[in-house]
């Protein structure tokens, strides 16, 4: 079993940035590919990024690519998802998730979820 808790959301203007923060805890990250997910009242969870554990293969949402990038620290058992140039449509409530085996964009394939932090971007 895995716990997932997401932090660092918040407030933030058009054009700044935010740092997601996702620390896992009763089994250790290894082995696990990393997801991040984000999601808007009545709408389903979109995929944002991902990252496997074998090799840090990365793979972003076009939405989202040059702009967050996903990485994490397996010592330390924590996932990060670095937001830059962020845009009022990035607003959603994010979270992060894992599973085994390969890379996926779908979120039915996840086993575990974080609560979500909410990230607000105003124009």
């Known amino acids: 079993q895995v716990q997932l808790v997401e932090s660092g959301g918040g407030l933030v203007q058009a054009g700044g940035s935010l740092r997601l923060s996702c620390a896992g805890s009763?089994?250790?990250?290894?082995?696990?590919?990393m997801g991040w997910f984000r999601q808007l009242p009545g709408k389903d969870r979109e995929f944002v990024a991902a990252?496997?554990?074998?090799?840090?293969?990365?793979y972003a949402a076009d939405s989202v690519k040059g702009r967050f990038t996903i990485s994490r620290d397996n010592a330390k058992n924590t996932l990060y998802l670095q937001m830059n140039k962020l845009k009022p449509e990035d607003t959603a409530v994010y979270y992060c998730?894992?599973?085994?085996?390969?890379?996926?964009?779908?979120?039915?394939?996840?086993?575990?979820w974080g609560q979500g932090t909410q990230v607000t971007v105003s124009s």
């Open positions: 998730a894992a599973k085994t085996g390969l890379l996926s964009t779908a979120p039915q394939e996840y086993a575990y």
């Open positions: 009763g089994r250790t990250f290894s082995g696990y590919t």
């Open positions: 990252i496997t554990w074998i090799d840090a293969t990365t």
